[in-house]
T-cell receptor, first 114, second 111 residues
C-alpha cells in the first residue's frame, strides 16, 4: 500500500492524559501536513514539514501540541494534558511540495477526550 | 479569519442534473485553487485544481471556473451521479505555502 497511513484510527482518552498519533506519508513525498477537523468544519491547518524541518505552526496550536518528523520520514503529533476541546479528527497529508500542492490524505485519527 | 468560504453547507440535486458548488476567497495572493471530495470516515481526496492564471479547467464531468475579479470559484458536476454524494471542500494555496480549506458543502444527489 503506497498511500498515507495513520495510526491509530480511533483513540479514546481521559482528560489530562497525553496522546500520540503517527503518520506515515507516501515515501517520495517531502511535505507532510497535520490538519484537524471538527464536525461541520473544513480541515484546519495545524503544522507542516518540508523534509524534517517544521516550516509553520498554526497560532491556534497551543504549547500542549508538538509535532516531529525525524529524518524526514514518518511524523508524530503529541497532545499533552488533553482537554475535551481537543476532540476532533486529526488528519495527516503528504505531498511533493509543488505549486499546485495536491495533498494525499490519510484516513485520520478520531480523538475523543472524555 | 476565514480566507476561503463556502457559504452553502448543503446542496441537493437530482441525478443527471448539474451540481454547482461555490467558493469565495479573500486573499488575492492565492495562486492555485483545488477541490477535494470527502466521504464519511475517509480523508479528503483531490478532485480538480485550477491555476490563478486560468479561468476554466475541465476533467470529465468536473469543471472548475475561476472569476478572479470577484474572488469566486465554482465546481460544476455534469451529469450528477449518486456516487457524487459527499462533502466537497474548496482549498487555496499561495507561493508554495500551506493549503487553506473552506468549511465544505455537503452534496446529496438524489436518484
Amino acid at each position: 500500500d503506497t498511500g498515507v497511513s495513520q495510526d491509530p484510527r480511533h483513540k479514546i482518552t481521559k482528560r489530562g492524559q497525553n496522546v500520540t498519533f503517527r503518520c506515515d506519508p507516501i515515501s517520495e513525498h517531502n511535505r507532510l501536513y497535520w490538519y484537524r477537523q471538527t464536525l461541520g468544519q473544513g480541515p484546519e491547518f495545524l503544522t507542516y514539514f518540508q523534509n524534517e524541518a517544521q516550516l509553520e505552526k498554526s497560532r491556534l496550536l497551543s504549547d500542549r501540541f508538538s509535532a516531529e518528523r525525524p529524518k524526514g520520514s514518518f511524523s508524530t503529533l503529541e497532545i499533552q494534558r488533553t482537554e475535551q476541546g481537543d476532540s476532533a479528527m486529526y488528519l495527516c497529508a503528504s505531498s511533493l511540495g509543488s505549486t499546485n500542492e495536491k495533498l494525499f490524505f490519510g484516513s485520520g485519527t478520531q480523538l475523543s477526550v472524555l | 479569519d476565514q480566507q476561503v468560504k463556502q457559504n452553502s453547507p448543503s446542496l441537493s440535486v437530482q441525478e443527471g442534473r448539474i451540481s454547482i458548488l461555490n467558493c469565495d476567497y479573500t486573499n488575492s495572493m492565492f495562486d492555485y485553487f483545488l477541490w477535494y471530495k470527502k466521504y464519511p470516515a475517509e480523508g479528503p481526496t483531490f478532485l480538480i485544481s485550477i491555476s490563478s492564471i486560468k479561468d476554466k479547467n475541465e476533467d470529465g464531468r468536473f469543471t472548475v471556473f475561476l472569476n478572479k475579479s470577484a474572488k469566486h470559484l465554482s465546481l460544476h458536476i455534469v451529469p450528477s451521479q449518486p456516487g457524487d454524494s459527499a462533502v466537497y471542500f474548496c482549498a487555496a494555496i499561495y507561493s508554495y505555502q500551506k493549503v487553506t480549506f473552506g468549511t465544505g458543502t455537503k452534496l446529496q444527489v438524489i436518484p
